[in-house]
Nanobody, 122 residues
């Protein structure tokens, strides 16, 4: 139901845009989020956006570099990642929230994509 894409291998300082296409007719009713998991670490919150796109939240580690957005007409949520750092290397997951306003905790999300790998080399 959630198909993430856009990952790849880049150099530090480069940019990538991740996309997540969501199947179904209720996309615009739910907040969406991006999480990531680095090797040997737990999955962590990256960013979320409310159902209508009016409010966005991001983790301190990515604020000012990553931007979440959505296009409800295309059932797609994006994560624009600029000024990438080696510590951004991870598998990135998109997820659908249980509500319209979203959250930073994983248990508030009930549908998850398969993940897309981002590798940033120095």
């Amino acid at each position: 139901q959630l198909q993430a894409s856009g990952g790849g291998s880049v150099q530090a300082g480069d940019s990538l845009r991740l996309s997540c296409v969501v199947s179904g007719r209720t996309f615009s009713s739910y907040a969406m989020g991006w999480f990531r998991q680095s090797p040997g670490k737990e999955r962590e919150f990256v960013a979320s956006i409310t159902s209508g796109g009016s409010s966005r939240y991001s983790a301190d580690s990515v604020r000012g570099r990553f931007t979440i957005s959505r296009d409800n007409a295309k059932n797609t949520v994006y994560l624009q990642m600029n000024s990438l750092k080696p510590e951004d290397t991870a598998v990135y997951y998109c997820a659908r929230s249980r509500s319209w306003f979203g959250a930073t905790t994983q248990n508030e999300y009930d549908v998850w994509g398969q993940g897309t790998l981002v590798t940033v080399s120095s």
